[in-house]
Nanobody, 123 residues
Framework: VQLQASGGGLVQAGGSLRLSCAYS????????MGWFRQAPGKEREFVAA????????YYADSVKDRFTISRDNTKNTVYLQMNSLKPEDTAVYYC?????????????????WGQGTLVTVSS
């Protein structure tokens, strides 16, 4: 399994970005997908996760009502739409895949990780 995240960049506060994560390999439709982020000097933190079917989504409180996770199982891709961005959203964003059947909001259960894409929000 390989994950390739893209879509990061520099945006002003209040702006939007959409991250994409392309999944190569088997069983995308049976993988729980998550987004995590790591800001400079901080630990990696959970951002959002989505179930196999896309019917259940989970968000960190800090991004709830601003970010939306979605997936297209026909394209083996998961997305993170980020609106109303704030300077504190600045981080490297990672997508991850978990082949279990339970959505978790911690990093440890996720089996596969992408390389990360940098999001910088200027004030």
């Amino acid at each position: 399994v390989q994950l390739q995240a893209s879509g990061g960049g520099l945006v002003q506060a209040g702006g939007s970005l959409r991250l994409s994560c392309a999944y190569s390999g088997r069983s995308f439709s049976r993988s729980i997908m998550g987004w995590f982020r790591q800001a400079p000097g901080k630990e990696r933190e959970f951002v959002a996760a989505i179930s196999w079917s896309g019917g259940s989504t989970y968000y960190a409180d800090s991004v709830k009502d601003r970010f939306t996770i979605s997936r297209d199982n026909t394209k083996n891709t998961v997305y993170l739409q980020m609106n109303s961005l704030k300077p504190e959203d600045t981080a490297v964003y990672y997508c991850a895949a978990d082949t279990s059947s339970v959505v978790r909001t911690t990093a440890a259960p996720y089996n596969y990780w992408g390389q990360g894409t940098l999001v910088t929000v200027s004030s």
